[in-house]
């Protein structure tokens, strides 16, 4: 039987960043995945030649002095991140289509609150009044510090006051509420739901910068790889727990893979959907209410992804661009899952290389929500039925009319390379439903983060403290400072930033 310091169970950016901060420090650590490859949404996949980003598309946090270049750093993978600035203005750009108008934003938190200003020179107190609580929010968030000699983040008043409401109090103005939530796509909970605290601390860093990363997800992948063979951290694919076994004094004894393997470990620490996780629990060792407040989280919205080449005669190489399209300035319409009409459409364009050649390409993603597939969950890929291929069909041809509506330069210039539902999410990631972003972030809920269940067995992950690359990193490195002790988490954050 093996023996291990640590298991981590999920190889996404949390449990990479998990599992190497842990075999940085000496430990024997061991990581599993129940897919083919490890990455998680991170991963990009090739068609007809052309690479395209599976779930991660761009991140904030890339300008100086931010929490992610600290946890970079600390890594040792900061030199092998590249990334591309969104910079030009018409490159960020909030186009609103029935009312015909366009918002373009540059780099900077101040530039966008001055930027913003401009727009509505009659609402300057409410413009001011949001930037001025959406700072505050970042400043008082000791998560978002790796350095924090704090473990917990202490609650905010802004915590417990909805987006929603916290936007109603400010303007009446639709538009303008819109552009505020605009960063609602980047954490996947309506507005009515989560609390400005937790949106503030998704969208500060948007604001500060906004990139692309050069070669997508398999950029931090392929460092991170390199890092754990460094420190002997092994790798298991096509692997998870299947069971938790002799239990004794609330401590997992043993833990069986799927392979029928057994494993002693000292820590398992699960990065994965707490659904997940809770199938690895035995019904008869798992509490009632463990079980009731897993069952209690709501799946964030999902997404229908088209990729796609985009081909013109003399056209240049894209630039990295962010477009939004708005079918129009009711925001909070667009979250409800009722809602029939068109809802937010998101255009991330990019070129990539192909055969020593500029490939334009659009990665095509407009929001979506479980009710449109389940009818198909019972299905896997490749082996659905036809009613299911005209839904794909027919979402497809929608966000194809709605992309050369608003850019009618784009009219047969575009080619669908593939297209994914929800449905392909949850097959490829193995999550439940295929979400863009684990559970929702909702006001007063307790995610499951720290020790959960079983005194050696703890949570991280995206749906632990922030979904997105920065979240699921940040709840990487508060794990660990828990797992090693405060005062060997504090020497070793100092020690690798001063090297």
């Known amino acids: 039987m093996e023996i291990y310091d640590d298991i981590v169970v999920g190889s996404g950016i949390s449990g990479l960043t998990t599992a190497l901060i842990l075999g940085m420090n000496q430990r024997k650590v061991l990581l599993i995945e129940k897919a083919p490859k490890i990455g998680g949404s991170l991963s990009r996949f090739y068609k007809k030649?052309?690479?395209?980003?599976?779930?991660?598309?761009?991140?904030?946090?890339?300008?100086k002095d931010t929490v992610l270049l600290d946890m970079l750093s600390v890594l040792s993978i900061k030199d092998d991140i590249h990334p591309e600035f969104i910079s030009k203005p018409e490159n960020n750009r909030f186009l609103f289509e029935n009312q015909k108008k366009s918002f373009m934003f540059s780099p900077g938190f101040d530039q966008n609150m001055k930027e913003m200003l401009s727009y509505f020179p009659n609402e300057e107190k409410a413009i001011?009044?949001?930037?001025?609580?959406?700072?505050?929010v970042r400043e008082k968030t000791t998560a978002m510090n790796i350095r924090s000699e704090v473990e917990m983040q202490k609650s905010l008043d802004e915590d417990f006051i909805s987006l929603k409401n916290m936007l109603d109090s400010?303007?009446?103005?639709?538009?303008?509420?819109?552009?505020?939530?605009?960063?609602?796509?980047?954490h996947g909970t309506e507005p009515s739901q989560i609390s400005f605290a937790n949106h503030a601390r998704v969208s500060y860093s948007i604001y500060e910068s906004i990139a692309r990363v050069k070669n997508g997800g398999h950029s931090f992948i392929k460092a991170l790889i390199k890092k754990l063979k460094k420190y002997d951290?092994?790798?298991?694919?096509?692997?998870?727990?299947?069971?938790?076994?002799?239990?004794?004094k609330r401590r997992v004894g043993t833990f069986v893979l799927n392979n029928g393997e057994s494993i002693k470990a000292e820590n398992c620490i699960f990065t994965i959907h707490p659904e997940e996780i809770l199938k690895t629990f035995k019904e008869e060792n798992t509490s009632k209410a463990f079980a009731d407040r897993v069952n209690s989280f709501e799946e964030s919205f999902g997404l229908f992804l088209c990729f796609i080449k985009f081909s013109k005669k003399g056209h240049q190489p894209f630039d990295p661009a962010i477009i939004t399209l708005y079918p129009d300035n009711d925001m909070n319409k667009f979250f409800d899952p009722e809602y029939k009409g068109d809802r937010p459409l998101v255009l991330v364009q990019n070129s990539e290389e192909v055969k020593k050649e500029k490939v334009s390409v659009i990665n095509a993603f407009e929001l979506t929500y479980w009710d449109e597939v389940k009818q198909w969950a019972d299905s896997k890929t490749g082996k659905r039925s036809k009613d299911y291929e005209i839904y794909k069909q027919n979402k497809t041809n929608r966000i194809c009319e709605r992309i050369i509506k608003s850019f009618p330069e784009y009219k047969d210039c575009i080619e669908v390379i593939d297209s994914a539902s929800m449905l392909t999410f949850r097959d490829y990631l193995n999550s439940p439903y295929g979400s863009a972003y684990g559970i929702k972030q909702k006001i007063g809920q307790f995610n499951l983060f720290g020790r959960i269940q079983y005194k050696?067995?703890?949570?991280?992950?995206?749906?632990a403290i922030l979904p997105g690359v920065l979240g699921a990193m940040v709840s990487g490195f508060t794990i660990?400072?828990?797992?090693?002790?405060?005062?060997?988490?504090a020497k070793f954050i100092k020690k690798e930033l001063e090297e």
Do not use: W
């Open 49 to 63: 030649g052309i690479p395209f980003d599976t779930g991660f598309h761009f991140s904030g946090g890339f300008s």
């Open 456 to 463: 050696n067995t703890f949570a991280a992950g995206q749906s």
């Open 233 to 248: 951290v092994k790798i298991k694919t096509n692997t998870f727990i299947s069971s938790c076994e002799n239990i004794e």
């Open 170 to 186: 400010l303007t009446k103005d639709k538009t303008l509420k819109t552009l505020f939530g605009a960063f609602s796509m980047c």
């Open 128 to 136: 001011l009044a949001y930037f001025s609580k959406v700072k505050d």
């Open 480 to 489: 660990c400072r828990y797992l090693l002790s405060k005062d060997v988490y």
